[in-house]
């Protein structure tokens, strides 16, 4: 019969083991369910903080002297429990604040990292 098709005239997606994306964002989705700190505190977020500049700093250091990060905790009701910039001075230094926000505002939107965003 002209015009119709069967099933397997329909194109052929690669299923979702074979997408290598799908699986980074499974990955992903995986570190989240496995990183959870037991309880979060002003305290915690700030020692975190620091441990983080401390850790990139030494990365910085031994791959290349100008490397910067903006490592920002927050609430999710947006109060900053720490921020800074470490590594050296980032190219845009003047927008980091507008990137911060919007990274933190897709984490706010759909409740994941934006490491994907």
Same mark, same amino acid.
């Given at each position: ?9 329909? =194109?052929?997606? =690669?299923?979702? +083991? #074979?997408?290598?994306?799908? #699986?980074?964002? @499974? ?6 369910? #496995? ?24 990365? +910085?250091?031994?791959? +290349?002297?100008?490397? =910067?990060?903006?490592?920002?905790? @927050?609430?999710? +009701?947006? @109060? ?9 001075? =980032? ?27």
């Amino acid at each position: 019969m002209a015009g119709s098709t069967s099933a397997n005239d329909q =194109p052929k997606h =690669p299923r979702v +083991s #074979e997408n290598p994306y799908l #699986e980074k964002l @499974a990955g992903y989705l995986q570190e989240e369910r #496995e990183y959870r700190f037991p309880y979060f505190t002003s305290a915690v977020a700030f020692d975190l903080g620091l441990a983080l500049r401390a850790r990139h700093i030494s990365w +910085s250091v031994s791959d +290349s002297p100008q490397n =910067p990060v903006v490592i920002c905790i @927050a609430t999710f +009701s947006g @109060a900053i429990l720490f921020q800074c910039v470490a590594g050296g001075d =980032p190219p845009d230094a003047a927008d980091l604040n507008i990137w911060a926000t919007a990274k933190a505002n897709i984490v706010r939107r759909f409740g994941h990292s934006s490491k994907l965003g």
